[in-house]
């Protein structure tokens, strides 16, 4: 790919208050480029195309095909005029998810055979009938839904609900879906992927299985779905910029120590496999996430759980490290 990578992100000003709002930004490095900032300065000097939108990621993913390579000739310019308009250093900002409000959130079950594992050790799997060991051939993706006001930028602190005592983490890398379609087949999954980004399906095991409702599956609901349990960023790497994405370490430390250390080599079901399969219910719409499976090591695996004070970082390979600290709910 010609041209300087880049990245986009969200931010909020620090100390502007909850009503301040949030802006999308071009990323060089440390600096940020507020994206409204830069494309009146592009237009300016050089007129020509514009952006269909320059307040938020969301509204450039809804004409990806088109904005992307305009955003390239942006980032041109800026080096080449040695432009500073609207430049921050990228750190001093509040990170919010890249993708704010998307329109639906999927998330990957059990896609690392380490995963199916440890979770089949633990007793996570419901009595009765068949379990499944990560054979491929005999199944499907397994995808479940998550609120997408669960999202959290990726330095928040995540508070614990009340009373729950089995908080756990699952390290994930997420994409961001940048062009509409139904019925996708998987060898033109990532022409419908406008980029990824670093996330966490953190976790709530207390309500996960539900011993008052013993012949139901997980609760996927009281399992995954409170306040900030979805925390994403710090931004989007657009796709043409990820080498290949079936080759990243996915890594979670918590407190410093290292629980998860895996590769995306290692999914069962790709992401363009996972794209298949939803698109094959429903239409995929542009600002969709997909989050596609953790590896092993969680901390079902051990009953090891996470605690008030607790800080949890979470990397995957050239998409950026988040870092969350666990509170009590207010």
């Given at each position: ?57 969301f509204g450039l993913l809804e004409d990806w095909e088109a ?58 799997t419901p009595a009765g009938g068949p379990k499944f060991t ?167 695996g051990t009953h090891t759980f996470i605690n008030v004070g ?21």
């Amino acid at each position: 790919m010609n041209g300087t990578t880049f990245k986009l992100a969200t931010f909020a000003k620090p100390n502007a208050g909850p009503n301040a709002k949030p802006f999308a930004a071009i990323v060089l490095g440390e600096q940020a480029v507020d994206l409204a900032a830069a494309h009146a300065a592009y237009r300016a000097a050089r007129g020509g195309q514009a952006l269909s939108a320059t307040d938020s990621i969301f509204g450039l993913l809804e004409d990806w095909e088109a904005n992307f390579p305009l955003l390239q000739e942006i980032v041109a310019f800026l080096e080449k005029e040695r432009s500073t308009a609207g430049t921050a250093a990228a750190p001093s900002l509040r990170a919010l998810p890249p993708v704010l409000r998307p329109g639906k959130m999927f998330y990957a079950a059990q896609n690392f055979q380490e995963h199916v594992d440890e979770m089949i050790r633990a007793g996570m799997t419901p009595a009765g009938g068949p379990k499944f060991t990560g054979e491929k051939s005999t199944t499907l993706p397994y995808l479940f839904l998550k609120a997408p006001s669960t999202l959290a930028g990726a330095f928040d602190d995540i508070a614990i609900p009340q009373g729950m005592k089995k908080i756990d983490w699952e390290a994930e890398i997420a994409l961001a879906i940048g062009k509409r379609g139904k019925r996708i087949k998987a060898e033109r999954a990532l022409e419908h992927v406008a980029g990824f980004m670093t996330t966490n399906d953190v976790s709530c095991r207390d309500l996960q299985i539900r011993s008052d409702r013993p012949a139901l599956r997980s609760d996927w609901l009281g399992g995954k779905s409170h306040d900030n349990f979805a925390p994403m960023g710090p931004w989007l790497v657009p796709r043409a910029f990820v080498g290949d994405h079936m080759n990243l370490f996915i890594r979670l430390t918590v407190n410093g120590a290292v629980k998860q250390n895996g590769n995306t080599s290692q999914f069962i079901f790709t992401p363009e496999e996972q794209i298949e399969y939803a698109s094959s219910m429903l239409t995929l719409e542009t600002g969709d996430i997909f989050s596609c499976g953790t590896c092993g090591g969680v901390g079902q695996g051990t009953h090891t759980f996470i605690n008030v004070g607790d800080v949890m970082e979470t990397e995957v390979e050239g998409l950026g490290k988040m870092r969350n600290k666990f509170v009590a709910e207010a």
